[in-house]
């Protein structure tokens, strides 16, 4: 969430950032410094309140001994408790609304972002060749079913549309991507986490995903429990919480995570008819990479991020581009976002398999993750993630960039020893 003393300084600054991002919040800002106002009224009434009974109170056994009446002073006790009982309603009112509002704030955009949606997203360099074929290439689906590698209609069967089956080569083929993936990230310094698949509601909030979106994810009813549970879209939400509500020492900053999960995404709403196949998908295999550091080092870890995942695609001997997002394309909980795009011949176009993003303290002000300077003084962490990498739009580029006349596919190299040393995919 965003520091309420960012809001209260430069208000008009906050909602011309939120606009840059296409979310006009100028009524809810506003709204928010008006419950601020109460708020902080309200808390000054209570602690009068509370003194005046605390001091009146102090009277009453001296003016009994004196045989003084006291008839008026426990009248004005009743008053006072009335009060308080009165100004706690208030106040948890006022608290809930304004929870609920600051909540709902998208994260401001970093400043140099242009303003806008996805048509001001700016093209920062492309790496390799594109493929030129002197054949007919095959689309990624007829690719996939002529080698055995993808069953599709068997995984619609048992999981309904957006859902596929990995056979045979193709398993295996999708296992070696992982395995690239884990081994690059282990090899760079990076802990391995397995995280669990099923996250309860505070996960969601500190990741900047509720209570906004909490209609995009698969939630799970328990009838035992009324906790909200979830099925988790990416290990960032899972990741974000690991330390939520701690104190980290600085010394022990930056700390430097991967994760391997399924993802599970309700991705509501029609595909174009050129994502056939696995381009969009309820369930699919990702490698997650996440940070928490210091504020002045978040700049340096953004750029450490978006080179690793660079490297990954590179090292498959793909041809990519990568793209600096306008604020209105970045995500709710990012301060700023580069996306990592394959070519997808098929496609005719590039399609994101990796967003690098920072989120800078929103997220950590909703976890309340803090990190403790030598000097003593307590800050919260800066939180970053990036793809490193979704399998789901690499498996198709790889199958459609490596194919041949004969309908074969060529191994990428960096996948070879997880496979046996087999170079081609061929039918059988």
Same mark, same amino acid.
């Given at each position: 969430m965003?520091?309420?003393?960012?809001?209260?300084?430069?208000?008009? +600054?906050?909602? +011309?950032?939120?606009r840059?991002?296409?979310?006009?919040?100028?009524?809810?800002?506003?709204? &928010?410094?008006?419950l601020?106002?109460?708020?902080r009224?309200?808390?000054?009434?209570?602690?009068?309140?509370? !003194?005046?009974?605390?001091?009146?109170?102090?009277? &009453?056994?001296?003016l009994?001994? !004196?045989?003084?009446?006291?008839?008026?002073?426990?009248?004005?006790?009743?008053?006072?408790?009335a009060?308080?009982?009165e100004?706690?309603?208030?106040?948890?009112?006022?608290?809930?609304?304004?929870?609920?509002?600051?909540?709902?704030?998208?994260?401001?955009?970093?400043?140099?972002?242009?303003?806008?949606?996805?048509?001001?997203n700016e093209p @920062?360099?492309?790496?390799?060749?594109? *493929?030129?074929?002197?054949?007919? *290439?095959?689309?990624?689906?007829?690719?996939?079913?002529?080698?055995? @590698?993808?069953?599709?209609?068997?995984?619609?069967?048992?999981?309904?549309?957006?859902?596929?089956?990995?056979?045979?080569?193709g398993?295996?083929?999708e296992?070696?991507?992982?395995?690239?993936?884990?081994?690059?990230h282990?090899?760079?310094?990076?802990?391995?986490?397995?995280?669990?698949?099923?996250?309860?509601?505070?996960?969601?909030?500190?990741?900047?995903q509720? *209570?906004?979106?909490?209609?995009?994810?698969?939630? &799970?009813?328990?009838?035992?429990?009324?906790?909200?549970?979830?099925?988790?879209?990416? !290990?960032?939400?899972?990741l974000?919480?690991v330390?939520?509500?701690?104190i980290? +020492?600085?010394?022990?900053?930056?700390?430097?995570?991967f994760?391997?999960?399924?993802?599970?995404?309700?991705?509501?709403?029609?595909?174009?008819?050129?994502e056939?196949?696995?381009?969009?998908?309820?369930?699919?295999?990702?490698?997650?990479?996440?940070?928490?550091?210091?504020?002045?080092?978040?700049?340096? !870890?953004?750029?450490?991020?978006?080179?690793?995942a660079?490297?990954?695609?590179e090292?498959?001997?793909?041809?990519?581009?990568?793209?600096?997002?306008?604020?209105?394309?970045?995500?709710?909980?990012?301060?700023?976002?580069?996306?990592?795009?394959i070519l997808?011949?098929?496609?005719?176009?590039y399609?994101?398999?990796?967003s690098?993003?920072? +989120?800078?303290?929103?997220?950590?002000?909703?976890?309340?993750?803090?990190?403790?300077?030598?000097?003593?003084k307590?800050?919260?962490?800066h939180?970053?993630?990036?793809?490193?990498?979704?399998?789901?739009?690499?498996?198709?580029?790889?199958?459609e960039?490596?194919?041949?006349a004969?309908?074969?596919?060529?191994?990428?190299?960096?996948l070879?020893?997880?496979?046996?040393?087999?170079?081609?995919?061929?039918?059988?």
């Amino acid at each position: 969430m965003l520091d309420i003393k960012r809001i209260k300084e430069d208000p008009e +600054a906050v909602k +011309a950032g939120l606009r840059a991002k296409e979310v006009d919040c100028d009524e809810v800002v506003d709204r &928010i410094l008006a419950l601020d106002e109460q708020r902080r009224s309200l808390i000054a009434d209570t602690e009068a309140r509370k !003194a005046r009974q605390n001091k009146v109170s102090k009277e &009453i056994p001296a003016l009994k001994k !004196a045989g003084k009446d006291v008839s008026a002073i426990f009248a004005e006790m009743a008053e006072l408790k009335a009060g308080l009982a009165e100004d706690a309603q208030k106040l948890d009112a006022v608290l809930a609304e304004y929870k609920t509002l600051m909540l709902s704030l998208p994260n401001l955009p970093d400043a140099d972002l242009l303003p806008g949606g996805k048509e001001n997203n700016e093209p @920062l360099r492309y790496v390799g060749k594109k *493929p030129e074929f002197d054949f007919q *290439p095959q689309h990624h689906v007829d690719l996939c079913t002529g080698l055995g @590698l993808i069953d599709y209609e068997r995984g619609v069967k048992l999981a309904g549309a957006g859902n596929w089956m990995y056979t045979g080569m193709g398993a295996r083929l999708e296992w070696a991507l992982l395995n690239y993936f884990i081994d690059t990230h282990t090899a760079d310094g990076y802990d391995f986490i397995l995280p669990p698949h099923m996250l309860e509601y505070q996960c969601g909030e500190t990741a900047g995903q509720f *209570p906004k979106f909490a209609d995009e994810v698969y939630k &799970i009813a328990n009838p035992t429990d009324d906790r909200m549970h979830y099925m988790l879209p990416t !290990a960032e939400a899972a990741l974000a919480s690991v330390y939520r509500d701690e104190i980290l +020492a600085e010394a022990d900053l930056p700390k430097k995570f991967f994760s391997y999960t399924p993802c599970f995404r309700r991705e509501a709403g029609s595909h174009r008819a050129d994502e056939r196949g696995m381009v969009r998908g309820h369930q699919f295999n990702k490698v997650e990479m996440f940070q928490f550091t210091r504020p002045e080092d978040s700049d340096a !870890a953004f750029d450490e991020l978006v080179t690793k995942a660079e490297k990954l695609v590179e090292g498959l001997g793909f041809h990519f581009r990568t793209v600096k997002l306008a604020a209105g394309d970045c995500s709710a909980s990012m301060a700023r976002t580069y996306d990592i795009e394959i070519l997808i011949p098929s496609m005719d176009g590039y399609k994101e398999v990796s967003s690098v993003s920072n +989120a800078r303290d929103y997220q950590a002000r909703r976890g309340n993750i803090r990190f403790r300077r030598a000097d003593g003084k307590i800050e919260f962490v800066h939180t970053l993630n990036g793809s490193g990498l979704a399998t789901s739009r690499i498996f198709p580029a790889l199958v459609e960039q490596n194919q041949r006349a004969d309908g074969s596919i060529i191994v990428p190299q960096v996948l070879r020893k997880y496979l046996g040393g087999i170079e081609i995919i061929e039918k059988k």
